[in-house]
Each structure stands twice: as C-alpha cells, then as structure tokens.
C-alpha cells in the first residue's frame, strides 16, 4: 500500500507545477497555492501554462482530485506534512538572486503554522538560504520545535523536466533533522525503491526497479551549493567547447570531431559539449551569476564563472558577425529566423539568445520573418510584429525570399526540413546555423552557402556548362 503524503507546493511555475503533478504521480495528494488567481483559474480548467512534455496528461490525470489549486496559502499549508517552496528567485542588478518572494512566503507560512511541519526549499537559492528561512519563522513567533527547514534542490531540464523529477540522476536532501530525514525519505520512496518503475502507466526514463535513483543526504549548506556548483560546471562546459569552436574556426578545424573526440573520454562525457549560440533560459545565466556574487561575498575570487559569463555573451556577437560576413551588409536585408525559445521542446523564452539575436539584428536594419513551434505567443510580448518583424506560420514561410536563414534553436523538427523545398523558396541560398543541425557536405550538396558554429563554411558551387 502505497504511503500517501499530505504536500503544499507553494509556487506553480515550471519548478512549482512539475513538482506538484510528479508527486501526484509518484502516489502524493498535493495542493499547489499560487497568489495569481488567474494562474488558479487557468490551472483548475486544465491549462498547463508551459509547453512541457508530459505536462497536460498528468495534469488532466491529477487535477482537482490528487493535485488541487487554489491561492489561499493557509489553508494549503493546514493539512501539509511538508511545504515545498518553489517560486521565482530572479536575478538582480548586481547579479544577485531575488529572495524577496522566498522571504514573503516564509513569513506567510510563519503566520499560518500551527503544528510540526517541514519546509523544502525546491526553488534555486544561494548558500545560507535555509538559515534565514529559519530566522524569519523565529523572527515571527514560531517554535524551533513546530518546524525543520530542508533543502531539496531540483535538477530539471525545460522540455524534459518530468521525466528528470521521475527518472534523476540523484535526490539531494539537505538536512540535520532526523524527522526531516525520514519525511523526505517516505516522500521519495516509489523511486527509490523502485516500485514507481513496475507501474504499467509510469512515465518512460532510465531508470527502472533494478536501478532506482540514489538518494543522497547531505547539509543544508552542501545541498544548496551543490546546485548552483552543477549549474555553473554546465554552464562552463558550453561556454568551454564554445571556446574551442572558435579556435577551431580559426584553425579550419571541425568542432564537431573535436568533441566527440573529448566526449568519449569517460571522465569528460558527451553531453552539454554542443557548440552554439550561447547558453540562456531562466537557470543558467541566473545561477552563474548569483554564484559568482555568493563566492564574492564570501571574500572567494571565482574570477572563473566571470570568464563563463564572457565567453557566452561574445559568442552571440560572434554569431552576428558571422550572418555580417555572409551577407556583406545588414540594413534591409530580409532574414528567415527558425527559433526564439532558448532551447528546444520549451516555450520558454527567459535568457533566449534567439531573441536577443532578433534582437541585434532589428537594430541593424534587418526584415525578420521568425518562426518557433511554442515560443511565438510568449516573443510577441517583448517582440511585437511590426513592419520589420512578422510571424510566420511554419519553417517554410520564413524561408520564402528570403536572403539568409537563420537556426537560432535547436528544435527537433529544424533538423528535417525539406532542403530542396527551402532552396526553392529563399531568394539567396544562404544558411546560418547557429545549432550545428546540419552536415556541411549535405548542404553544399542541396545547393546551400552553409556556415555553422566552429566548422569550415561550405558554398556550393554551380557547375557551367556548355552547349
């Protein structure tokens, strides 16, 4: 029989809405509070906000018995055994994260406790949040014996981030509670026992009953570190391979056999070796940042994760002046551009170096047609359509005169186009990835001026003949 928990999520954004219909799934009953009654509404009629796989099934399974919404955070928190924490902690000016959502709830939970309950930070915070969490319930009137503050940081990927909360590498719990300790446990045992993995409806990942997830117990201190330590490493092997794409352009070698090359060595792996545009969307660029300033503070010279930040800021110049070199000049050209989500399988648009290229590209005079498969609702509110930006209906409608196309996102479906098709519509066959989708030789073969990140341009050359 499975051991239902009683659990608040507070907070229905990507991390806060994943997290509620994942544990409603893994068996959990869940209330998700959020102070938007619109979201609320939204939500309770079955709109899933975000464009995530796996996402609308769940959410149509759970909601309103399971998972239940609602904006009045006392009574969601009356019945929790535990309380999950998962709203936004933006970036500041200075690059410091936002806490002032995190404190607000503190203070709202304080109000409202009244027997033994455990908090989870779920959202990214630096070092010492769980410390001041404790200090504003203290601060408040309440009982170190009525509450625990633990944290659970998340490992999530936008596009995947279900399958990541119910097949993850690893739990990390921070905590020096044993009750704690054993809530967190019994919330997390359908995956670490395995038998999440034997149900005939459970979400597909890689991991199984004979290879459940690790749960890892740590401090607060190491838990909250450790995510904002992952994140930076991520962050600094795309801007590192980055980096190596540009000296590979400058040696007229391929970036591509470079890294695999680099990512058959065991102790350096593959993944997140692709070169591009640059990373963005609401974690990495976020975190780096409020990492840095956390080790400032701390009197540590992480000069390191300012180079991180650098590099990924150049390397989406690099690219304009890439598209610059291609077409010669820029004002009044009319440029296709497929992509403006950061990434692809999300509409999330935070941070996107596809918007900030459209971006760079209007300043310069360009008539831009973009397309994207989710994000184009969410671009229109930073980029209105007006007489040098339009949206168009599909990859095919972009490519239609225009003299360059652009791949700024990594969408599956951009990888498959039909390229005999595309080179009829284009007024110029010119072609400017930004993601490395394509294989150079087959462009040049379809008739494509081919430039990509890090390998040597190809231009495909007419053959004369005569009668």
Not at 45 to 57: F, M, V
Not at 97 to 107: F, G, P, W
Request: glycine share 8%.
């Amino acid at each position: 029989m499975k051991d239902t928990i009683q659990i608040a999520v507070v907070g229905s954004g990507y991390v806060g809405l994943v997290a509620a219909v994942c544990f409603a799934e893994m068996g959990h009953s869940v209330v998700c509070v959020d102070n938007d009654q619109r979201k609320v509404d939204a939500l309770r009629s079955g709109d899933s906000l975000i464009h995530e796989n796996h996402l609308p099934e769940l959410l149509e399974r759970y909601r309103n018995s399971k998972v239940r919404f609602t904006s009045d955070l006392g009574e969601a928190t009356r019945e929790a055994e535990a309380i999950f924490i998962a709203v936004g902690t933006p970036q500041g000016d200075s690059g410091k994260a936002d806490l002032s959502y995190v404190e607000a709830v503190a203070n709202e939970i304080a109000r409202s406790l009244t027997s033994y309950k455990v908090i989870v930070e779920k959202s990214t915070v630096p070092v010492y949040t769980n410390e001041w969490i404790r200090r504003v319930m203290e601060r408040n009137g309440v009982s170190q014996r009525l509450f625990d503050v633990v944290s659970n940081p998340e490992f999530l990927r936008e596009g995947t981030a279900i399958s990541d909360f119910l097949h993850p590498d690893r739990i990390v719990v921070g905590t020096d509670s044993e009750p704690a300790r054993a809530l967190l446990a019994r919330i997390y045992e359908p995956l670490t026992n395995g038998s999440y993995y034997e149900q005939d409806d459970s979400i597909d990942g890689f991991r199984s009953s004979a290879a459940p997830p690790p749960l890892l117990f740590t401090s607060t201190k190491s838990a909250e570190i450790i995510k904002h330590a992952s994140n930076a490493f991520l962050a600094l092997k795309i801007s590192f391979i980055n980096a190596v794409s540009n000296l590979c352009e400058a040696a007229d070698a391929d970036v591509e056999q470079v890294a695999r090359g680099m990512g058959l060595d065991s102790r350096i792996g593959p993944r997140f070796l692709r070169p591009g545009i640059g990373y963005g969307g609401s974690c990495f660029p976020k975190d780096v940042a409020a990492f840095r300033v956390v080790a400032e503070q701390l009197g540590v010279d992480f000069a390191l994760l300012t180079e991180v930040e650098n590099i990924n800021a150049d390397q989406k110049k690099r690219f304009l002046n890439k598209v610059r070199s291609a077409l010669w000049t820029l004002r009044g050209k009319k440029i296709g551009v497929l992509g403006l989500s950061f990434k692809g399988g999300t509409d999330d648009i935070r941070e996107s170096p596809a918007i900030e290229l459209v971006e760079m590209l209007l300043a310069e005079g360009c008539s831009i047609n973009a397309f994207d498969p989710a994000a184009m609702a969410r671009a229109e509110l930073v980029l209105p359509p007006g007489s040098n930006l339009r949206y168009m209906p599909d990859a095919y409608a972009v490519a239609h005169n225009a003299e360059a196309l652009l791949i700024l996102t990594d969408w599956e479906e951009f990888s498959h186009l039909d390229l005999h098709r595309l080179n009829g519509l284009m007024r110029y066959p010119i072609v400017v990835d930004g993601r490395n989708l394509y294989d150079p030789d087959v462009m040049s073969q379809n008739g494509f001026t081919y430039f990509s990140v890090g390998r040597p341009a190809t231009q495909h050359v007419h053959e004369l003949t005569t009668a």
